[in-house]
């Protein structure tokens, strides 16, 4: 994982009761994750990416899904879903908030360049 993403990603889950971070395609496809196990970043970054298209087809760019022990916050691009798994005692509405900027930060990286 390259170094900025590396920090973005460990800024999402230095927020207090964040307890995990995953960036994934729309399609699903983690690309990074910080304080998650290969397993559980691959089932968070598939319930984000179902919840990004829910989201899209809305017109809303973020949102929450309750799960057993906590609750998914997702932020939703146009290419990148960005997902922070979160205590139940937390504020996740904000952290979905908070997550919408550095979705849009992390798209500017992969976006091609206009020529």
């Known amino acids: 994982m390259s170094p900025p993403l590396e920090d973005l990603l460990g800024s999402i ?11 994934a395609t729309l399609d699903g496809l983690v690309m990074g994750s910080v304080a998650m196990v ?6 968070v970054g598939a319930v984000a990416s179902l919840l990004a298209r ?3 087809s809305s017109g809303e760019s973020s949102g929450v899904l309750a799960v057993a022990g906590g609750t998914i916050c997702v932020a939703t691009g146009e290419m990148l879903v960005v997902a922070a798994l979160v205590e139940d005692e937390t504020d996740s509405h904000e952290v979905a908030m908070m997550l919408e900027p550095l979705v849009a930060e992390m798209e500017t990286w992969v976006r091609p360049a206009e020529r």
């Open 13 to 23: 889950v230095a927020q207090p009761g964040v307890v995990g971070a995953v960036v």
């Open 54 to 56: 829910s989201l899209r």
């Open 38 to 43: 290969d397993e559980d970043a691959d089932a």
